[in-house]
């Protein structure tokens, strides 16, 4: 049986890995780093012309996982040179018109306040946008982006998340009634009644009437949901049950969840994965057991199937496959696949480090 020695060996080979292949300062400036968008290197990786906004918030998320597990005041710096480098690369802005990449950093600064790297007045800013992303178009809900006909829940549920836990935090008395609200709009308008999953969003009419509803699953879906309702707590912990429930049977094989390929996609997987933990950790039902076994069996394919690359260990866009070569056009050469396995094994560390729950037997 793996040992809590060996889980947190994992994660910490993970962290040095994709920090020494992708981590580069921002155009010279002193104070600055941030994760190019693919490995191996090319010149416009050097210089970030991609920047990939919403990766970077969960590179530093990851980087916060990381200090959690083993505290540094060396770590601690790269947290504030991710948080700068960001700032800087998004032209002194905290915020762009996407609203779920603006309440991923949120919620990556919340955290970063937390661990001694605060930013208030960035995450002040980040509040007021998202406050400002809800109509009652669709019945509901916040914007996918600015002057869109389309709500989501990729936007949707970090926005909650990001909400509930500003409210025990100094936030506005009425940014917990916005994370409740979204958290029942998601529920009413986007909640597959066969199979228990969400769908990725709806379209809308100018007149506010739903025009069309995209009814696709992805991880990154339930993810979003799930950590919502564990901030939210027992109200819907009976909503957190169900989507691990759903999960288990319909976007997993034998414990591993599916993966989404590389872009984006890259993410998707990880994200469920860090919310499933906080669900065992903190979620009073039975489920809370099913979510730890779904983190422990993803992160042990995760690190079943990578490959050995320089700097490391290399993993997968799909977890249950070997991993192939960084080549051109191949996924793994993707920051948010490596970000998505590196997401996978912090989880499981966090679950028999903090929780005391033990990996299944082979």
Not at 174 to 195: F, G, K, Q, Y
Not at 247 to 268: E, I, Q, S, Y
Request: hydrophobic share 40%.
């Amino acid at each position: 049986m793996t040992t809590p020695k060996i889980l947190n060996a994992r994660a910490g080979v993970a962290e040095r890995a994709v920090e020494s292949r992708h981590l580069r300062r921002v155009w010279g400036v002193p104070g600055t780093v941030l994760g190019s968008a693919a490995w191996p290197v090319d010149w416009p990786g050097r210089v970030h012309v991609r920047f990939n906004y919403w990766w970077q918030a969960h590179l530093l998320d990851c980087v916060l996982d990381a200090q959690l597990r083993a505290p540094s005041e060396a770590r601690l710096k790269l947290v504030r040179r991710l948080v700068r480098g960001i700032r800087v690369r998004n032209v002194v802005s905290w915020t762009n018109d996407f609203y779920d990449d603006v309440a991923w950093l949120g919620l990556a600064l919340q955290r970063a306040e937390r661990a001694g790297a605060g930013k208030p007045h960035a995450v002040d800013a980040i509040a007021r946008r998202l406050r400002s992303g809800w109509t009652d178009h669709g019945g509901g809900g916040i914007w996918w982006k600015r002057d869109d006909d389309f709500k989501n829940v990729p936007a949707n549920g970090p926005a909650a998340i990001f909400f509930a836990r500003l409210s025990g935090r100094g936030g506005e008395r009425e940014d917990l009634t916005r994370a409740r609200s979204i958290v029942d709009w998601l529920e009413d308008c986007l909640r597959d009644p066969d199979t228990g999953l969400f769908w990725d969003g709806l379209h809308v009419h100018p007149d506010g009437s739903v025009r069309e509803v995209e009814k696709n699953f992805y991880t990154y879906c339930q993810g979003v949901v799930l950590g919502a309702c564990v901030e939210l707590g027992p109200p819907y912990d009976d909503l957190a049950a169900g989507v691990i429930t759903a999960v288990d049977k319909h976007l997993a094989a034998n414990g591993v969840l599916r993966g989404h390929g590389g872009g984006d996609g890259g993410l998707f997987s990880g994200i469920l994965l860090r919310y499933l933990a906080q669900a065992a950790l903190r979620l009073d039902r039975p489920e809370a057991a099913k979510a730890a076994d779904l983190v422990f069996r993803s992160a042990e394919a995760v690190w079943g199937n990578r490959s050995m690359v320089v700097s490391g260990p290399l993993f997968g866009p799909e977890w249950t496959e070997p991993t192939g070569r960084p080549t051109p056009g191949r996924a793994e050469r993707d920051l948010s696949v490596q970000l998505g396995g590196w997401m996978a094994l912090e989880a499981a560390a966090l679950l028999e480090r903090d929780g005391g729950f033990a990996p299944p037997r082979r």
